[in-house]
């Protein structure tokens, strides 16, 4: 192998060269089908992220398996992908619920699998947990628990987390798109800066990263943050909540803007050295301030999600996560800050920007999950009493009373 | 060490015996303790199972840490305290938010520490992950990534389920006690009938379970969890959700029953080998039917976190998690069932029997207050729709198009 090496020394610049050529490539094939499917609607976005994550989760738990003591267990390789399937069941179908609850709870089969939902994917995991320990082989205990843990640790960093930034898209493409572009936007300039300018070594783990290259990536991401934010706030197809499956760039999306979205006029408190009566006020949109922040995230926490990736690797010595995207190397590779980054979009949106309005679904599923049939009874009536009051509604409603309960 | 062994043999018998009052002595404690709490109030079980779970968790880390390069690498050991402080504020803070919202959302200084809870939690730990990856050291790596792994897993077997059995303590006493004292029951039984009629090995990891033990344990488990509920059943203390933090068993609990601790009076439909006009049925409380389905998960799945414990200390090849309870081992050994049983009669309890208190009042308002005209005349569409698929509604809901005017 080695001698083959040598020998083809003469063709290492040629290899260079095609492994250039390939990258460009994919790069290019990457982005086009990024965009492709950002603006065909938010079901092919939620595709591509359903794809990154299985492909992430393949690789991670592939690295820690032992392939010669697999071989003899079988059931082994078939709980990770139970394992993947009963956690993704969870998480999509608490999204389904939540976002679609409008359509779920008023659907004779689905209204079930709804409201025991977790009870239905508590009893598939647990089948999955005695399933693992009725399995286990003395000879093989450690490398079945250090796989079990290993599953699990994959299945929180990558599943859970590519969970969050699937409620992003549903949210407004704007909570996916801003921070993941921002992720990007730091990587290509901490690349920039650090041949540049880098100097001083970071962090022990990646050598390769320096303070320069980490600092002027910083400044550079507000900046391209500000300049996004921007351009993705004069559409609506960003900025609304998904209330329409079907729409896409060239249909749009129509909604009241969240108040983030609109200009505001903040006045600085009148400062003591300033002469009385100078007033000194800011109007910008509030999400210009959110965008200083997610950048600032990507900037400084996020490449941590990365640095703690490379000390994976050196950890099982490998250069790559697997070879997915070919002259990339793996998808983990490229997606290490991303699902950090996602995370904290999420809880970031919910705390500080989500209006938690009432619409039609909350209600309805309150009305359908806490109240008696009786009370919901009740309840038509009295809102349609109410509605025909308001001038809006003439109805005729006739109700069955219920028989003495049969079981 | 093996000569003072065998030269102290004589004195086996007297060390069996002194073991023997140490673990009896230590196992009335124990159960002193535990009922001195159940009956003071439901702040001093909480207290039990905050010491329980950080036990535990003290125990399960410590077996895999391994101390001669755990000492140089300080920075490891704090973090994971620093883990466990983290996890528990979060989810102390979703139990308090949840349970004490009359409280919380009215004090000014609770207020933002509750609206803010989930993004101060991602931020303390953040501040953890951080602090991890800058202080990978190379040559450490395979230890630290390790450690990482493994206090993830104990968090979560460990803090997460134990959170649940505290959740299970605000809805009412019996949904702690009731679960709790049907592994114990069961525990016992597996091992009295295991040695009266064990005859065939159950599970390769713990040759001592036998077939029999788990049959007729199985079926004294579910005696006895008849027994013990009609017995609990009668005292509010035990059935009430804590309305009072202040309540002890002589103060009690005053509440409106869960209907699941009423008598209903369930009638089969007429069997075809039946004559005529036979009726049979049968009156109990649900309760009844719901704790035959608590033992049977105690017998059958909750085993399976017992063996899930042997199999990791044969892994480590370790005969107790540690020395916590004179004359008992670790924590861990008597506790590696209870977590997953208490984790099952959360999520039953809340899909099966919890009552979301709502009444038609409460949803009325949020409606009329909350929504649009048009979101109501959605909700009184689908409402209705949803009656008629339950057979209780005919309704003919004609509705007059809003004028463009009265938005």
Redesign the interface.
């Given at each position: 192998m080695q001698k083959t090496n040598e020998a083809s020394q003469p063709s290492e610049y040629e290899k260079k060269k095609a492994n250039f050529l390939v990258r460009t490539f994919w790069t290019f094939v990457m982005i086009g089908l990024f965009f492709g499917a950002l603006f065909s609607g938010h079901i092919y976005i939620i595709m591509c992220i359903t794809i990154v994550q299985i492909v992430s989760f393949k690789e991670v738990i592939a690295i820690a398996s032992v392939p010669s003591r697999a071989r003899q267990l079988r059931p082994t390789k078939s709980l990770n992908w139970y394992w993947l399937v009963t956690t993704m069941y969870f998480l999509y179908g608490e999204t389904v619920i939540y976002y679609f609850k409008?359509i779920v709870?008023?659907d004779?089969v689905l209204l079930p699998l709804a409201?025991?939902h977790?009870?239905i994917s508590?009893v598939l995991y647990?089948i999955g947990?005695?399933f693992?320990?009725?399995n286990?082989?003395?000879g093989h205990?450690?490398f079945?628990?250090t796989n079990?843990?290993?599953t699990?640790?994959a299945l929180?960093l990558i599943v859970v987390q590519a969970h969050f930034v699937m409620n992003n898209v549903f949210e407004g493409m704007i909570w996916f798109f801003l921070p993941a572009s921002l992720v990007i936007c730091n990587d290509i300039f901490a690349y920039i800066c650090g041949i540049t300018f880098g100097r001083t070594q970071l962090?022990?783990?990646s050598p390769k990263k320096t303070v320069e290259g980490f600092v002027g990536a910083w400044i550079m991401t507000v900046l391209w943050g500000i300049m996004l934010t921007n351009v993705l706030m004069r559409s609506k197809y960003f900025i609304c909540p998904v209330n329409d499956l079907g729409s896409n760039i060239f249909t749009g999306l129509e909604c009241d803007p969240n108040p983030a979205f609109l200009k505001q006029t903040y006045t600085l408190p009148d400062l003591f050295f300033l002469p009385e009566g100078t007033n000194f006020s800011l109007t910008f949109e509030p999400m210009q301030f959110h965008s200083m922040v997610l950048a600032s995230f990507a900037s400084l926490?996020a490449p941590?999600g990365g640095?703690?990736a490379s000390?994976?690797k050196?950890?099982f010595k490998i250069k790559d996560f697997g070879d997915s995207i070919p002259g990339h190397g793996g998808m983990t590779d490229r997606m290490d800050c991303q699902f950090?980054m996602g995370?904290?979009a999420f809880?970031?949106y919910?705390?500080?920007v989500a209006q938690h309005?009432?619409?039609?679904g909350n209600?309805?599923e309150?009305?359908?999950?806490?109240?008696s049939?009786d009370?919901?009874?009740?309840?038509?009536k009295?809102?349609?009493k109410?509605?025909e009051n308001?001038?809006?509604?003439?109805?005729?409603?006739?109700?069955?009373p219920?028989t003495s309960?049969?079981?």
């Open positions: 409008h709870l008023v004779r409201t025991h977790r009870f508590f647990v947990f005695v693992f320990v009725a286990l082989k003395s205990l450690k079945q628990f079990f843990a290993w699990h640790m929180y962090i022990q783990v926490i941590f640095f703690f000390g994976l050196r950890t950090i995370f904290f809880i970031y919910q705390t500080f309005k009432l619409n039609y209600v309805m309150l009305a359908i999950t806490g109240l049939l009370e919901q009874m009740e309840l038509v009295g809102l349609s109410y509605l308001q001038g809006v509604l003439n109805s005729e409603v006739s109700y069955q219920l309960c049969s079981l």
